[in-house]
């Protein structure tokens, strides 16, 4: 079954804790992203990756934090110093016609 | 940097009716340009892809254009139906960047 897995769905943290969402996929796509979508907004770019072990920082980065040490996986850490996390993130691929794929998306709650 | 507009924020339509998304963008160095559906809670899924160099894509009801000159791509629905309710998003392809940035997307209601 081919796609992008992101877990948990729902996520809930208290307020200063760092915590970390899942993206995999199998797909074979070399490039990854992470959005960020507030209610009623589009998605911002928070970080992308063009290939394995190397990613750079998108529009809204201050607060995050990725890897890419395996072409399937992409997780984001959200840390304690974004101010405002709570928010539906969303993880996308990219296929080499630029063809962009996203997965369910992981609602974060912090509180 | 590129910015990317839809206009309407929100649309609503009477069943059977044709209607047409604008998506416009100030940056005419794109590689592709994309249209995908929203539901309430869930991921984007893919509808159209144009790329840079065709002025349209054409699936089932829907069509998708591109002007690249004016810095305008359209998403023509026909005879819309209930079923196609939900948020339509644009995104463009920055040729240099290699990243994508969104509009803020167009909420379709389509009433039976």
């Known amino acids: 079954d081919g796609g992008i897995t992101q877990s948990p769905k729902y996520l809930f943290r208290k307020e200063g804790q760092n915590v970390t969402l899942s993206c995999e996929q199998n797909?074979?796509?070399?490039?990854m992203y992470w959005y960020r979508q507030d209610p009623g907004q589009g998605l911002r770019l928070i970080y992308y990756?063009?290939?394995?072990?190397?990613?750079q920082k998108g529009d809204i980065a201050e607060g995050y934090s990725v890897s890419r040490e395996k072409k399937e996986s992409f997780p984001l850490t959200v840390t304690s110093a974004q101010k405002n996390p709570t928010a539906f993130y969303l993880c996308?691929?990219?296929?080499?016609?630029?063809?962009?794929?996203f997965g369910p998306g992981t609602r974060l709650t912090v509180t | 940097k590129q910015e990317v507009t839809q206009i309407p924020a929100a649309l609503s339509v009477p069943e059977g009716e044709n209607l047409v998304l604008n998506c416009s963008f100030t940056?005419?160095?794109?590689?592709?340009l994309q249209w995908f559906r929203q539901d309430p809670g869930k991921g984007l899924t893919s509808l159209l892809l144009?790329?840079?160099?065709?002025r349209e894509q054409t699936s089932g009801r829907l069509n998708a254009s591109l002007d690249k000159s004016s810095g305008r791509s359209t998403l023509y629905i026909a005879a819309s139906q209930p079923g196609d309710s939900a948020t339509y998003l644009c995104?463009?392809?920055?040729?240099?960047?290699?990243?994508?940035?969104f509009g803020d997307g167009t909420t379709l209601t389509v009433k039976p």
């Open positions: 996308a691929t990219g296929s080499g016609t630029g063809q962009q794929y």
């Open positions: 144009i790329q840079s160099s065709q």
């Open positions: 995104a463009v392809v920055d040729t240099n960047a290699g990243k994508s940035t």
């Open positions: 797909l074979n796509h070399d490039a």
């Open positions: 990756s063009q290939i394995v072990n190397d990613f």
């Open positions: 940056d005419s160095a794109i590689y592709n």
